[in-house]
C-alpha cells in the first residue's frame, strides 16, 4: 500500500514537472514526436545518449502521463542539481561495478514501473560501449524493447546543462514499434556463449534504434 501510494505521489509530481517544462523545451527544440502510439503499454525505452538534454526532451515527447523511471548512475546523487530527480524518478545504481544489490533494487522499481529507460551507454561520453542491461531487463521482466531516436537538425545539444547552445536544433524524437527479445534474436546461431549472444543482441538493438 505504502509503494502503490508512493508511486502515485510521484506520478503527480512528475506530471505537474512535465506540464510545466514541457512548453519550454518544445519551444526552445521546436520539438515534434513521431510514433507516439507505440507507447500504449508497458515497456522498456531505449535511446542513445549525448547529453543531459536527452533526459528531459524524452519525457516532454512521452508526455506527462506516462511516466518513465529511468536507470541513473549512483554519481547523480552527489549532484545538488540533479539528486532530487533522481530520488524522485530515478534509480540509482554503480554502473561500473553492477552488483546483485542493484539489480535487485532496480529489478523492483523496474517491475512497478509502466515505461522504464535506459541509455545502454550509461553515459554521455563519445564512444562508450552500450551494455547489455536493456535485454537483461526486457527478458527477465518479459516486456518489449521500444526503440527510441533523438534526430537534431544542426548541433547536437552539449553534454552538461550548463552548457547551453548558441542555438538549439530542431529536435525530432522518433519512437519505433516496440520489439521483443526473441525478434531481436531472429536468426542467431543457437550455440553462442551468453555473454556474446547478449553482446550481438545489444548490437542489433544499437542498429534498430539509429534506423529508427
Same mark, same amino acid.
Given at each position: 500500500?505504502?509503494?502503490?501510494? =508512493?508511486? *502515485?505521489?510521484?506520478?503527480?509530481?512528475?506530471?505537474?514537472?512535465?506540464?510545466? @517544462?514541457?512548453?519550454?523545451?518544445?519551444?526552445?527544440?521546436?520539438?515534434?514526436?513521431?510514433?507516439?502510439?507505440?507507447?500504449?503499454?508497458?515497456?522498456?525505452?531505449?535511446?542513445?545518449?549525448?547529453?543531459?538534454?536527452?533526459?528531459?526532451?524524452?519525457? @516532454?515527447?512521452?508526455?506527462?502521463?506516462?511516466?518513465? &523511471?529511468? #536507470?541513473?548512475?549512483?554519481?547523480?546523487?552527489?549532484?545538488? #542539481?540533479?539528486?532530487?530527480? !533522481?530520488?524522485?524518478? =530515478? !534509480?540509482?545504481?554503480?554502473?561500473?561495478?553492477?552488483? !546483485? $544489490?542493484?539489480?535487485?533494487? =532496480?529489478?523492483?522499481?523496474?517491475?512497478?514501473?509502466?515505461? #522504464?529507460?535506459?541509455?545502454?551507454? /550509461?553515459?554521455?561520453?563519445?564512444?562508450?560501449?552500450?551494455?547489455?542491461?536493456?535485454?537483461?531487463? =526486457?527478458?527477465? #521482466?518479459?516486456?518489449?524493447?521500444?526503440? !527510441?531516436?533523438?534526430?537534431?537538425? /544542426?548541433?547536437?545539444?552539449?553534454? *552538461?546543462?550548463?552548457?547551453?547552445? @548558441?542555438?538549439?536544433?530542431?529536435?525530432?524524437? *522518433?519512437?519505433?514499434?516496440?520489439? &521483443?527479445?526473441?525478434?531481436?534474436? *531472429?536468426?542467431?546461431?543457437?550455440?553462442?556463449?551468453?555473454? $556474446?549472444?547478449?553482446?550481438?543482441?545489444?548490437?542489433?538493438?544499437?542498429?534498430?534504434?539509429?534506423?529508427?
Amino acid at each position: 500500500m505504502r509503494s502503490w501510494l =508512493a508511486d *502515485r505521489v510521484r506520478d503527480l509530481a512528475y506530471g505537474f514537472l512535465v506540464l510545466l @517544462v514541457g512548453p519550454i523545451v518544445a519551444v526552445l527544440f521546436r520539438l515534434s514526436v513521431r510514433g507516439r502510439e507505440a507507447l500504449s503499454g508497458r515497456g522498456i525505452l531505449v535511446a542513445p545518449h549525448r547529453s543531459y538534454w536527452d533526459i528531459l526532451l524524452l519525457c @516532454v515527447a512521452c508526455g506527462p502521463f506516462r511516466r518513465i &523511471t529511468f #536507470l541513473a548512475r549512483e554519481g547523480l546523487l552527489h549532484n545538488p #542539481l540533479f539528486a532530487p530527480f !533522481v530520488w524522485g524518478f =530515478a !534509480v540509482a545504481i554503480d554502473r561500473e561495478s553492477f552488483g !546483485v $544489490e542493484d539489480y535487485r533494487r =532496480a529489478l523492483a522499481a523496474a517491475s512497478r514501473a509502466r515505461l #522504464l529507460g535506459i541509455f545502454p551507454e /550509461g553515459t554521455t561520453r563519445p564512444g562508450a560501449e552500450p551494455k547489455a542491461g536493456a535485454i537483461r531487463f =526486457a527478458e527477465r #521482466l518479459g516486456r518489449p524493447l521500444i526503440p !527510441v531516436n533523438l534526430v537534431a537538425r /544542426g548541433p547536437y545539444p552539449p553534454a *552538461r546543462f550548463l552548457r547551453v547552445p @548558441v542555438r538549439f536544433p530542431r529536435i525530432e524524437v *522518433r519512437i519505433g514499434a516496440p520489439v &521483443t527479445v526473441g525478434e531481436l534474436g *531472429r536468426g542467431l546461431p543457437p550455440d553462442l556463449s551468453r555473454s $556474446e549472444r547478449y553482446r550481438l543482441l545489444t548490437e542489433r538493438l544499437m542498429e534498430l534504434i539509429r534506423a529508427t
